[in-house]
């Protein structure tokens, strides 16, 4: 691959707010009253719950389907989906005065050779800007590199970092992958 290749990327986020509450949470919810900041029962640590290439754009949450391989074939796209746990959530007034949240994201992504020489990236891509009645729990966020030159066959490596905007927090995720074909 050639520095010189133009990488497109298209990033999509899906928010689902299905989510199962005891009748105590869905009473504080309907009040406004619940008091968690962040999108993992026990305030976790922001990180990937799950994460795994695809083969189609997935239609939401945990609606996908997977890639059985890490070999791509020259020109085809790199589909990542990534389910982020530990999340925390902004708040912002509508403006009726009612309390809605925020979910944003940014993404870095590189790739590189196996020995470290990176071959393309890009910084700071805006991934969601979500803005929500509820405190989402089931959120997914896809990441999209397209090849508008093929890649040269050989192996690589995609770093991938995630980052909550709300709390400043990021998480890294790499994926060895082999271009073949």
């Known amino acids: ?4 290749q133009k990488i497109y990327l298209f990033i999509g986020i899906f928010a689902l ?40 754009e997935p239609a939401g949450y945990g609606m996908y389907d997977e890639k059985e ?5 020259p020109g085809k796209t790199f589909l990542l989906y990534v389910e982020p746990v530990g999340y925390t959530y902004g708040n912002v007034t509508d403006e009726n005065g009612d309390r809605l949240y925020t979910m944003n994201f940014t993404a870095d992504f590189t790739i590189s050779t196996p020995d470290g020489t990176i071959l393309a990236g890009q ?18 966020l896809q990441m999209s590199i397209d090849q508008t ?16 905007e709300n709390s400043g927090k990021s998480f890294d995720i790499r994926k060895d992958v082999t271009v073949q074909g």
């Open 17 to 56: 707010s299905s989510i199962v509450v005891t009748d105590l949470e869905s009473l504080q919810y309907i009040l406004g009253q619940t008091n968690q900041t962040s999108a993992s029962p026990s305030g976790g640590t922001f990180r990937s719950q799950y994460d795994t290439f695809v083969s189609s």
């Open 149 to 164: 030159s093929p890649f040269s066959p050989g192996d690589y490596v995609m770093r991938y970092t995630f980052t909550d």
């Open 1 to 4: 691959m050639h520095i010189s």
């Open 123 to 140: 910084e700071d891509l805006p991934l969601s800007n979500l803005v929500s009645h509820h405190q989402n729990k089931e959120l997914m």
């Open 69 to 73: 391989s890490k070999v791509f074939a």
